[in-house]
């Protein structure tokens, strides 16, 4: 029993050796040992809850969900390890003091850098945004090719990279066409000479999208006699698309079309005229 008392009072002696010694407190061995346990710990019940909320999760965002967790994990080091030491007498009061500056100086240099990481979380967990969609920020439409923790990347219609801060997904107002589903409506607005034949130009126009194969007939393509305007009739063609990031040259063969069909059949397409009137006051 004696041996068995003695036993234990050396390792008590053994965790009471002091590692780290100052005025605010004293770090022991037993203190050291904790911390590591804790750490193992905390790693593994990270792991468990990274393996819970990323399972439904698509294959191509599992990747971008483990960076996060790698984030929170060295946060949650960092609050276990101030825990124990405070759990352990030592005042931390003083560091934390002498370091108020400092904490504030990063606070304000960071806080978009938070806000960045905090709404691609969100837009990682809620599917906001995907791969492949083409959104438009700022009069810029792209397709998303890269969603990372603090920005968003997506290739323009000129084949330049856009660098989106996440946060602008949360407080600005961002169009994502194909949030939904691919298929977007787009519109083709044309003019045409007071006395024209309003029937046959909405045929001219149906017999132009019909005839490109990147328009579809299902939902079906349609014209709108939209106003009279000061010197032109005003419609516009409406018509539904799979690849709205490719509208523009769709739109410019259709612009093509409009303008031979109206040749062949005299519809003229005006321009502004002003009649000026001279007074001779003489």
Do not use: W
Request: charged share 20%.
């Amino acid at each position: 029993m004696d041996k068995l008392q003695g036993f234990f009072g050396s390792i008590k002696d053994i965790l009471s050796i002091e590692i780290y010694s100052s005025d605010s407190g004293h770090v022991t061995l037993s203190t050291f040992l904790v911390i590591i346990i804790a750490i193992i710990i905390v790693t593994y019940l990270l792991k468990i809850i990274n393996k819970i909320l990323v399972v439904k999760l698509p294959e191509e965002d599992k990747n971008k969900f483990t960076s996060i967790f790698g984030f929170l994990k060295y946060l949650c080091y960092i609050l276990v390890v101030l825990s124990i030491l405070h759990s352990s007498g030592i005042n931390l009061t003083v560091l934390l003091t002498a370091s108020a500056a400092l904490f504030v100086g990063l606070g304000f240099a960071l806080q978009y850098l938070f806000q960045d990481i905090l709404s691609g979380i969100l837009i990682i967990l809620d599917q906001s945004l995907h791969v492949g969609d083409i959104i438009e920020v700022e009069n810029k439409v792209g397709r998303v090719f890269e969603i990372r923790l603090r920005t968003t990347r997506a290739l323009t219609r000129d084949d330049k990279v856009i660098v989106i801060p996440n946060h602008k997904f949360l407080t600005d107002s961002i169009y994502n066409y194909t949030q939904n589903h691919k298929t977007t409506r787009e519109t083709v607005k044309i003019g045409v000479a007071y006395g024209s034949d309003v029937q046959l130009v909405t045929a001219l126009l149906l017999e132009v999208v019909t005839e490109q194969k990147s328009i579809l007939n299902n939902p079906k393509p349609f014209v709108l006699f939209e106003d009279f305007g000061d010197s032109a009739l005003l419609f516009s063609v409406n018509f539904y698309i799979k690849d709205s990031f490719n509208d523009p040259i769709l739109k410019s063969e259709v612009r093509y079309g409009i303008d031979a069909k109206f040749r062949e059949n005299n519809i003229s397409i005006p321009f502004p005229q002003r009649d000026v009137h001279i007074i001779n006051t003489k």
